[in-house]
Nanobody, 120 residues
């Protein structure tokens, strides 16, 4: 079973950049598919990006071309680089994991979340 801890959230101006990280422990990180979801106030949690065991990536249309997900198996960490941030990107960002090749729409493991706030 894997444990996930996010870090790197904060306040940034619109148009700026931020990188959030998710450190995994407790199991063999390289066997897990990883991803990021977010939840804005008053809204449902939504998919943002995922990266497979083999580092194949996929993105929500709303972040495609602005966000990049990556993983470092040596550091047991997955990253989400967020560029050209918009106020509508404001949300709590959650790291998620599944012990399978590709992340499912309902991942088994979740972090506690990190707040990202984009000011206009």
């Amino acid at each position: 079973q894997v444990q996930l801890v996010e870090s790197g959230g904060g306040l940034v101006q619109a148009g700026g950049s931020l990188r959030v990280s998710c450190a995994a422990s407790g199991d063999t990180f390289s066997t897990y598919a990883m991803g990021w979801f977010r939840q804005a106030p008053g809204k449902e949690r939504e998919f943002v990006a995922r990266i497979s065991r083999g580092s194949t990536t996929a993105y929500a249309d709303s972040v495609k071309g602005r966000f990049t997900i990556s993983r470092d198996n040596a550091k047991n960490t997955v990253y989400l680089q967020m560029n050209f941030l918009k106020p509508e990107d404001t949300a709590v960002y959650y790291c998620a994991a599944d012990n399978r090749i590709i992340l499912s729409p309902t991942p088994a493991y979740w972090g506690q979340g990190t707040q990202v706030t984009v000011s206009s």
